[in-house]
């Protein structure tokens, strides 16, 4: 089945690092994908819906320029938390839309800011 | 009012009997409609997909769709301790190539041995 890879799984860092995490589709070309933040025990919320080849679609919200999304080709979009703080610590989730008409998710990273 | 609902729970079920969870929603003209299972600490994966009004069934899941009423539930025969964990409700905007999903809080079940 569809495969939706994203790296690094855990990531603990310190304040004002920046972190990159990357989302690709691993047997299926997805010109669409989307990036979620989930608090513990909460919904998932999304965050941007990314669009191969131009500019993403930021929630009502969402700093664009605190979360930077590239979704350069078909099978990679990546997004990028500039200049992170403890209270962006989350889990950030991709997915990308299936034929099927559902949303398939990657693993999630867990972003720990210290 | 949220646009997805669900009961949080928990909703804890004896292990071989069938579990019942619902959403409702507010957009009436929602198209699609998805359940997503989710473990603790672990990304959602998707179980059932449904879009058009009554049942269907994949194995020990049966997805329910009633367009009238704004509901949509899932039933789990045979539940098993592998099934406890957090069900998440998701709907489809209407609007033709909107692919965004609006997500329910979400269901804990507990399956009890």
Redesign the interface.
């Known amino acids: 089945g569809a495969v939706v890879s994203q790296h690094p799984s855990w990531v603990i860092c310190k304040s004002g690092t920046s972190v990159k995490i990357e989302c690709r589709s691993l047997d299926f070309q997805a010109t669409t994908m989307f990036w979620y933040r989930q608090f513990p025990k909460q919904s998932l919320m999304l965050m941007a819906t990314s669009n191969e080849g131009s500019k993403a679609t930021y929630e009502q919200g969402v700093e664009k320029d605190k979360f930077l999304i590239n979704h350069a080709s078909l099978t990679l979009s990546t997004l990028t938390v500039t200049s992170a703080h403890p209270e962006d610590s989350s889990f950030y989730i991709c997915s990308a839309r299936v034929s099927d008409r559902g949303q398939h998710f990657g693993d999630g990273t867990r972003l720990s800011i210290l | 009012q949220k646009e997805v609902e669900q009961n949080s729970g928990p909703l804890s079920v004896p292990e071989g009997a069938i579990a019942s969870l619902n959403c409702t929603y507010s957009d009436r003209g929602s198209q699609?409609f998805?359940w997503?299972r989710q473990y603790s600490?672990?990304?959602?994966?998707?179980i059932m997909?449904i879009?058009s009004n009554g049942d269907k069934e994949d194995g020990r899941f049966t997805a329910q769709l009633n367009k009238a009423s704004q509901y949509v539930s899932l039933l789990i025969r045979d539940s098993q301790p592998s099934d406890s964990a957090t069900y998440?409700c998701?709907v489809?905007a209407a609007n033709f190539g909107n692919?965004?999903?609006t997500?329910?809080?979400?269901t804990r079940l507990t399956i009890i041995p």
């Open positions: 699609s998805f997503y600490g672990k990304s959602p994966e998707l997909s879009y998440l998701a489809n692919e965004k999903l997500f329910g809080t979400g």
